[in-house]
């Protein structure tokens, strides 16, 4: 199983930006996808994270701001950022809580992080 994010890049502080990021390999299915991010210095911390039924949660700090989205059939997480701020930025990582159809086990699988900067 791969997780494959895209969309990092620079971006100036008010404007938005879209992260993607596609799961593949050996899947059964997901439960919940989800964002993360690390600043310098900084531990990991949850961005938002959505079920495969749509229900979301978000930080606080990312409310109102972003979106988090993901198309089922495509194994696909979505990030739409808007209102960006300096302190947004940091690497990003999605991940995955899912059950394989090699081991059937469930477990959580990490993207290798995309490193968005926001400039003020």
């Known amino acids: 199983v791969q997780l494959q994010a895209s969309g990092g890049g620079l971006v100036q502080a008010g404007g938005s930006l879209r992260l993607s990021c596609a799961a593949s390999?050996?899947?059964?299915?997901?439960?919940?996808m989800g964002w993360y991010r690390q600043a310098p210095g900084n531990r990991r911390e949850l961005v938002a994270t959505i079920t495969f039924g749509g229900t979301t949660n978000y930080a606080d700090s990312v409310k109102g701001r972003f979106t988090i989205s993901r198309d089922n059939a495509r194994n696909t997480v979505y990030l739409e950022m808007g209102s960006l701020k300096p302190e947004d930025t940091a690497v990003y990582y999605c991940n995955a809580d899912l059950r394989t159809t090699t081991t059937w086990s469930r477990d959580i699988y990490w993207g290798q992080g995309t490193l968005f900067t926001v400039s003020s």
């Open positions: 390999g050996s899947i059964f299915n997901i439960n919940v």
